[in-house]
């Protein structure tokens, strides 16, 4: 089993910056892939960034050039800085991992809300 805890997020204008991190802990061993996903009011939960475990990087068109995601393996922790957020952003960010068998592991998400 592998736990995520979530920490930052907040209200923040537009135009300026958040990051979020999380911490894993549990059977962190068997950790691929680590992201984050984004639920916006009355949307789907979309992917905004995924790192691997080697830190190779993908992003939701959304976010290029403005999200950057980190990871550290040693300490088990992955964290997405947003920089020049805007209001459509606003979304709980839970953080996500997966391990190598395939299974699917959320944290409970933490609230970014951007105000224009």
């Known amino acids: 089993q592998v736990q995520l805890v979530e920490s930052g997020g907040g209200l923040v204008q537009a135009g300026g910056s958040l990051r979020v991190s999380c911490a894993a802990s549990?059977?962190?061993?068997?950790?691929?892939?680590m992201g984050w996903y984004r639920q916006a009011p009355g949307k789907q939960r979309e992917l905004a960034a995924l790192?691997?475990?080697?830190?190779?990087?993908n992003y939701a068109d959304s976010v290029k050039g403005r999200f950057t995601i980190f990871r550290d393996n040693a300490k088990n922790t992955v964290a997405l800085q947003m920089n020049s957020l805007k209001p459509e952003d606003t979304a709980v960010y839970y953080c996500?991992?997966?391990?190598?068998?395939?299974?699917?592991?959320w944290g409970k998400g933490t609230l970014v809300t951007v105000s224009s």
């Open positions: 996500w991992a997966e391990n190598r068998f395939g299974m699917n592991y």
């Open positions: 790192i691997t475990r080697d830190g190779v990087t």
């Open positions: 549990g059977n962190t061993r068997s950790i691929g892939d």
